[in-house]
Nanobody, 124 residues
Framework: QVQLVESGGGLVQAGDSPRLSCAAS????????MGWFRQAPKKGREFVAA????????YYADSVKGRFTISRDNTKNLVYLQMSGLKPEDTAVYFC?????????????????WGQGTQVIVSS
């Protein structure tokens, strides 16, 4: 049974730099590209960042480029989202997801497994 479990969310201040983690189990982690998505209140889920199988290729939404960094540790089956310069508009539930796409992708339909999400609330 595949499980993706996110952690690291909570109430933070604008400008803070928290790190989200996603622990994967039940799959061959190094065979899956990983992504982070988010869903703000009353909005649809949107792509945030993705990382390739090896971790050498990354993709970002324009809204987070230069502020967020995605990385992975294939020895620990973990994927991270380091956030910095948080803004109130970054408030959302953040989800990690796993895709068989080799290089990572921003398309939700390309992802096979999803976590339950962790909420990040950014206060101004």
């Amino acid at each position: 049974q595949v499980q993706l479990v996110e952690s690291g969310g909570g109430l933070v201040q604008a400008g803070d730099s928290p790190r989200l983690s996603c622990a994967a189990s039940g799959l061959t982690f190094s065979s899956y590209a990983m992504g982070w998505f988010r869903q703000a209140p009353k909005k649809g889920r949107e792509f945030v960042a993705a990382v390739s199988l090896s971790g050498t290729t990354t993709y970002y939404a324009d809204s987070v480029k230069g502020r967020f960094t995605i990385s992975r540790d294939n020895t620990k089956n973990l994927v991270y989202l380091q956030m910095s310069g948080l803004k109130p508009e970054d408030t959302a539930v953040y989800f990690c997801a796993a895709s068989r796409h080799q290089y990572g992708t921003g398309r939700m339909t390309e992802y096979d497994y999803w976590g339950q999400g962790t909420q990040v609330i950014v206060s101004s």
